[in-house]
């Protein structure tokens, strides 16, 4: 119903299903029909994307937001047309940026992954409603978005740390952390969202969740050495 609903997932989705291009069209700005202005959201999203298609080698211009009332029927045809005449002149996507495709694929694929950790990330700025337009050029650099993924944020529990309290278990948004009574618990690094709520909430006197950037998570400790005695206790 609303381009406010296209996420940036969707987009890199549809990319790494083989498409050559993606054409979003939205409601004209300023007379949406609903309080939150999705389409706003939409255009900024649509510029974070190019920025990131730029940055894993993808040409920008393969994704493209118009807007126009459901009266324009002429002007949606131009558009359409226009877009599909331009994605035919870039050509089959990777193929045209010199891409292998496993390594096009597996590059979308890890883009798609940080979804969640760059819209924490980029909270701020995906908030903003713009009234110049021209100003969503400026929005997203280039070395910002270079700078997001080379300092990717990871969380790991330090087992000699962990007292097995259970409270980021239980805050965890999405179940990735892995723990039982008396166990040291573990981050499951595949369902983690980067979201830091578990460096948060672990008290400061554990201190157990360490924040890592741009370095490998080790390995969590294997599961038999999970267990945690404690005094007085066989
Ligand atoms: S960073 Fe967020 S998603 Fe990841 S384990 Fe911690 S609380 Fe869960
Ligand atoms: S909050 Fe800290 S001490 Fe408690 S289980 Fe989680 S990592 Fe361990």
Known sequence: MCTGRVDLE???RAFLNGMDGVFIGGCRLGECNYITHGNYDALNMVHLCRKIMEHIGLNPERLRIEFMSSGEGILFTEAVNDFVRKVKEIGPLGKSEGIDEDELRS???AVIKLVPYIKI????KLA???DNIEKYNELYTTDEIDRLFDEVVSYYIEPEKCQACGICL???PVEAIIGGKNQIHVIDQEKCLKCGTCFE???PRFGAVRKIV???VPLPIPEEARIITRKGEK
């Not at 990330?121 to 701020?124: A, D, K, L, M």
């Open 214 to 216: 741009a370095e490998p």
């Open 128 to 130: 903003l409603h713009l």
């Open 10 to 12: 969707f987009v890199l």
């Open 107 to 109: 590059r979308l694929e």
């Open 170 to 172: 239980r805050k965890c």
């Open 201 to 203: 909430a672990c008290p």
């Open 121 to 124: 990330v980029e909270r701020e």
